[in-house]
């Protein structure tokens, strides 16, 4: 068999319309939110879904576009990998739900639930199955994130954060490496920090347990470092760059979690980067989870200010859990 490489050959997103601001947020809070926002994390405001639509109809938008800008139909895909810890259901996976919607009737279909690290975790997972079966060309990997519906809109600790929106990705088989390395982490005994612990086997939405507890929604249940991701990056991102054979200098291009713009900007600065080279949207979308990462890849590019052909590009995501992935691409397009 060929040596066959995975690369990057088109993007997409679905941000929902409805804008909810800082100002909004101090309205139905009753009190000043929006200034510790925009000067500790750098959110001004995020975009929430409409009633009337679901994770997989936001899944499916940013694919089209995805799609077509690679200049495929639906029937090209082989495989649909849906990134989301908010699916249409517990069961069967939005994936399914995802190729129903785009007619992409000859692919495979399956969810990733390592909350917002599943994004990178499928980019990883869609280039090894291209490097190792011929059978797969065209892999679409979503993430997509509508945790809105999951909110408690009195708890200003979350309510602040999250937001709704989809982002997409093309992995193709291509004769010229894309995907470079990869490496996943977690640290499990966190697993029982934050997250929607209602409505799984563990704590199943009966009327009584929803009586008593409310309906399932994210919450931060108990302390984990405040430093997690700024103690973690810095080596994930070092090894997967090692892995890959490159400096950090080398890197053109780098791409975090959207959560914080303080985290990101300290995450630069250890590992001895410019500002230049990183690119962040939570300030307008609000924290996007596992659609985060493709979105500020899509923004980006569509701004003038992404990779640019022959670039290594650096992907570094952190999840509930806590998993971890970071993986190393250089941009062919």
Not at 191 to 209: F, K, M, Q, S, V
Not at 228 to 247: C, H, I, M, Y
Not at 311 to 330: Q, S
Request: glycine fraction near 10%.
């Amino acid at each position: 068999m060929s040596i066959r490489h995975a690369q990057i050959v088109s993007t997409g997103r679905y941000i929902p319309a409805r804008i909810v601001t800082n100002a909004d947020l101090d309205r139905l809070l009753g009190q000043n939110v929006g200034d510790w926002l925009v000067q500790n994390v750098g959110i001004h405001e995020r975009h929430v879904m409409a009633d009337d639509e679901t994770t997989s109809d936001m899944a499916a938008a940013a694919g089209r576009q995805a799609l077509a800008r690679a200049g495929l139909a639906p029937a090209d895909l082989d495989l649909i990998i849906v990134a989301t810890d908010t699916p249409d259901y517990i069961s069967p996976a939005t994936a399914s739900a995802v190729q129903a919607k785009l007619a992409a009737g000859r692919a495979g279909a399956f969810d990733i639930n390592c909350a917002c690290a599943a994004w990178v975790t499928g980019l990883d997972m869609a280039a090894r199955f291209i490097a190792t079966d011929e059978a797969y060309r065209y892999i679409l990997v979503v993430g997509a994130y509508a945790m809105t519906r999951f909110l408690d809109w009195t708890d200003k600790y979350t309510c602040t954060l999250f937001a709704d929106g989809a982002a997409a990705v093309i992995v193709a088989a291509g004769d010229r490496p894309g995907f470079l390395a990869g490496k996943l982490a977690a640290r499990g005994e966190y697993h029982d920090a934050l997250g929607i612990y209602t409505g799984g086997a563990y704590r199943p939405a009966t009327a009584e347990t929803v009586e008593r507890l409310g309906k399932p929604c994210v919450q931060f249940v108990r302390k984990f470092p405040a430093t997690f991701n700024s103690d973690n990056w810095p080596p994930l991102v070092r090894e997967a760059a090692a892995k890959a054979g490159l400096t950090l200098d080398e890197i053109g291009f780098y791409l975090f979690t959207q959560l914080n713009l303080r985290t990101i900007e300290y995450v630069m600065a250890n590992l001895g980067q410019p500002l230049r080279k990183t690119h962040w949207i939570m300030d307008k979308w609000g924290y996007l989870g596992s659609a985060c990462i493709p979105a500020a890849l899509d923004d980006a590019l569509e701004r003038g200010r992404g990779p640019k052909r022959g670039d290594n590009v650096i992907f570094c995501a952190t999840g509930g859990g806590m998993a971890m992935a970071c993986n190393a691409w250089r941009w062919t397009r």
